[in-house]
């Protein structure tokens, strides 16, 4: 047997490979919050990697079903907290399904690139680019399809609290994902030649480290501040939650009250802030003219809103002239939280679950962005935090500040609300912004563009944050080059695995 044909053969036995995909599975889960042990995400994708050298189909998918359901079960276990299993259980093998099939070129490039490609060099390079290429590639089906994606899980994500997450004003989230697994594909690599005996295959692995380690956060430049005040006001926003007239107007207008005669440039409510619709409630718009009147400064809130037959979830900004000058509608409606896609079908599966879902959401197509006084405001709403074009979007249009409103009250005491701070933390040291993350119930934090927490406010509490907030000017590379980046991982990983099958059958 040749050695090209010895080294693309399984390292584990399929059942030892299921366990260390398990154990996979579980110390990725543990780099997340809330834990966020960030170093976990590099064992973890060693063991993953192992599990799949020389994997043929069926292997593959067998335990890329083990990581990926068995991950997505723990990373997302908030879905259950109100809902129960059922919407939890379908996610997760939704997910680790699509996880499963994705992961299979990474086992086929295992067995093909080494008998294509055969010298030591290809091996211990070329290999290592294929695989964190598909890795990437991988994150990006799987935050694109079915139904919009669920980004939530790129493992560059799990790294909002590490030194490692600067890399990402460079090349993106996907550009830092991609190093991480490069770096662990090449050890692996350097391991099974034993290469380590001979001091050149070992540089690029120690300049990678350095790479990572000691990158400065991409520079932007300064432009003044802006005084920002944000409300938490703990109302009852959940879907299930108790609630009078006004409940949360009230709860919102309490908690802002401490804020009347201080300067401030803009008041920022979360999402889910407003009881119901201002345009059909005159009610709750001429409550809203009232506290903008008292705070001397627009108010930037959220309701769910109906316009020709539609709903949005929409960021509105109330000024004291008495109505809204700017709207922003949600991009990326959650499916079968906001919206059911295909509802027939899934009605006729779980009637009485997807019968609690009456309001179907449009995905909005207005900018995310507002202008204060001549100051660009990136917004996102909610989840929209995970998906880069509305980032990108409000970026492009000259965002200097971004602020994120959420509601996670259908989630309270779990890790969801961490999981997305995270996020949203990382969305400030990729773009060099300063982010104001608001939530109906915590936990809200103000956070400087390279990833320092201002001000926060803990979890099932009401109170207000009043910060003069940086203001930058200037894309970052991550900004400009990471779509790019993304699309050469992706097509140029795909690309060299077909190159790797057809010279292997050459061969």
Same mark, same amino acid.
């Not at 379908?90 to 070129?105: C, D, K, Q, Y």
């Not at 662990?184 to 001979?198: I, N, Q, S």
């Not at 009610?283 to 809103?305: C, D």
């Given at each position: 047997?040749?050695?090209?044909?010895?080294?693309?053969?399984?390292?584990?036995?399929?059942?030892?490979?299921?366990?260390?995909?398990?154990?996979?599975?579980?110390?990725?889960?543990?780099?997340?919050?809330?834990?966020?042990?960030?170093?976990?995400?590099?064992?973890?994708?060693?063991?993953?990697?192992?599990?799949?050298?020389?994997?043929?189909? $069926?292997?593959?998918?067998?335990?890329?079903?083990?990581?990926?359901?068995?991950?997505?079960?723990?990373?997302?276990?908030?879905?259950?907290?109100?809902?129960?299993?059922?919407?939890?259980?379908?996610?997760?093998?939704?997910?680790?399904?699509?996880?499963?099939?994705?992961?299979?070129?990474?086992?086929?490039?295992?067995?093909?690139?080494?008998?294509?490609?055969?010298?030591?060099?290809?091996?211990?390079?070329?290999?290592?680019?294929?695989?964190?290429?598909?890795?990437?590639?991988?994150?990006?089906?799987?935050?694109?399809?079915?139904?919009?994606?669920?980004?939530?899980?790129?493992?560059?994500?799990?790294?909002?609290?590490?030194?490692?997450?600067?890399?990402?004003?460079?090349?993106?989230?996907?550009?830092?994902?991609?190093?991480?697994?490069?770096?662990?594909?090449?050890?692996?690599?350097?391991?099974?030649?034993?290469?380590?005996?001979?001091?050149?295959?070992?540089?690029?692995?120690?300049?990678?480290?350095?790479?990572?380690?000691?990158?400065?956060?991409?520079?932007?430049?300064?432009?003044?501040?802006?005084?920002?005040?944000?409300?938490?006001?703990? /109302?009852?926003?959940?879907?299930?939650?108790?609630?009078?007239?006004?409940?949360?107007?009230?709860?919102?207008?309490?908690?802002?009250?401490?804020?009347?005669?201080?300067?401030?440039?803009?008041?920022?409510?979360?999402?889910?802030?407003?009881?119901?619709?201002?345009?059909?409630?005159?009610?709750?718009?001429?409550?809203?003219?009232?506290?903008?009147?008292?705070?001397?400064?627009?108010?930037?809130?959220?309701?769910?809103? $109906?316009?020709?037959?539609?709903?949005?979830?929409?960021?509105?900004?109330?000024?004291?002239?008495?109505?809204?000058?700017?709207?922003?509608?949600?991009?990326?409606?959650?499916?079968?939280?906001?919206?059911?896609?295909?509802?027939?079908?899934?009605?006729?599966?779980?009637?009485?679950?997807?019968?609690?879902?009456?309001?179907?959401?449009?995905?909005?197509?207005?900018?995310?962005?507002?202008?204060?006084? /001549?100051?660009?405001?990136?917004?996102?709403?909610?989840?929209?935090?995970?998906?880069?074009?509305?980032?990108?979007?409000?970026?492009?249009? /000259?965002?200097?500040?971004?602020?994120?409103?959420?509601?996670?009250?259908?989630?309270?005491?779990?890790?969801?609300?961490?999981?997305?701070?995270?996020?949203?933390?990382?969305?400030?040291?990729?773009?060099?912004?300063?982010?104001?993350?608001?939530?109906?119930?915590?936990?809200?934090?103000?956070?400087?563009?390279?990833?320092?927490?201002?001000?926060?406010?803990?979890?099932?509490?009401?109170?207000?944050?009043?910060?003069?907030?940086?203001?930058?000017?200037?894309?970052?590379?991550?900004?400009?080059?990471?779509?790019?980046?993304?699309?050469?991982?992706?097509?140029?990983?795909?690309?060299?695995?077909?190159? /790797?099958?057809?010279?292997?059958?050459?061969?």
């Amino acid at each position: 047997m040749s050695e090209s044909r010895a080294l693309s053969r399984p390292l584990l036995p399929l059942w030892a490979a299921a366990i260390a995909a398990a154990v996979a599975a579980v110390l990725m889960f543990f780099a997340y919050p809330g834990a966020a042990v960030w170093l976990l995400a590099f064992p973890a994708t060693a063991l993953l990697l192992l599990s799949l050298i020389g994997r043929r189909f $069926g292997g593959a998918l067998t335990v890329g079903l083990v990581y990926g359901i068995l991950f997505f079960a723990l990373l997302v276990s908030w879905t259950s907290r109100y809902l129960g299993p059922v919407p939890w259980a379908a996610l997760s093998v939704l997910e680790g399904a699509l996880t499963a099939l994705a992961l299979i070129p990474i086992a086929l490039a295992y067995r093909w690139v080494p008998r294509a490609f055969p010298s030591a060099a290809a091996r211990l390079f070329l290999l290592p680019v294929v695989v964190a290429a598909l890795w990437v590639g991988r994150e990006l089906f799987i935050g694109t399809w079915p139904y919009g994606g669920f980004p939530w899980a790129r493992i560059g994500m799990s790294q909002a609290q590490s030194p490692l997450a600067s890399l990402s004003s460079w090349v993106g989230v996907s550009g830092l994902g991609f190093l991480m697994v490069l770096l662990v594909a090449m050890v692996v690599e350097v391991v099974r030649l034993r290469a380590w005996r001979r001091p050149l295959p070992l540089v690029v692995p120690a300049a990678l480290v350095l790479v990572l380690a000691f990158t400065p956060i991409f520079p932007t430049a300064d432009a003044g501040t802006m005084r920002i005040a944000a409300v938490q006001g703990n /109302g009852p926003t959940g879907y299930f939650d108790q609630r009078e007239p006004y409940s949360v107007i009230d709860a919102q207008t309490e908690a802002t009250e401490p804020l009347y005669g201080e300067d401030v440039d803009l008041l920022v409510w979360p999402e889910g802030s407003l009881d119901t619709d201002p345009f059909q409630n005159e009610t709750l718009a001429r409550r809203m003219t009232l506290i903008t009147t008292r705070i001397g400064a627009p108010l930037l809130a959220n309701a769910a809103t $109906g316009r020709a037959d539609r709903y949005f979830n929409t960021s509105l900004l109330w000024t004291d002239a008495g109505g809204a000058t700017q709207l922003h509608d949600k991009r990326h409606p959650v499916p079968f939280g906001e919206y059911v896609p295909d509802r027939a079908f899934f009605n006729a599966l779980a009637p009485d679950l997807i019968g609690l879902i009456q309001r179907e959401y449009t995905p909005g197509e207005n900018p995310p962005i507002v202008d204060i006084d /001549g100051v660009a405001v990136g917004l996102a709403i909610c989840f929209d935090v995970i998906y880069d074009d509305v980032i990108l979007e409000g970026m492009n249009a /000259g965002a200097q500040v971004l602020v994120f409103q959420t509601n996670n009250a259908d989630f309270r005491g779990t890790d969801e609300n961490l999981q997305q701070l995270a996020f949203a933390r990382m969305r400030a040291i990729e773009t060099g912004r300063s982010v104001v993350n608001v939530s109906t119930v915590g936990t809200s934090q103000i956070i400087r563009p390279n990833g320092e927490t201002v001000t926060s406010l803990d979890a099932d509490e009401s109170g207000a944050m009043l910060e003069d907030v940086d203001l930058r000017t200037g894309l970052t590379a991550g900004i400009v080059l990471g779509p790019w980046v993304q699309q050469v991982l992706l097509w140029g990983g795909l690309i060299t695995l077909l190159v /790797g099958w057809w010279r292997s059958r050459r061969r």
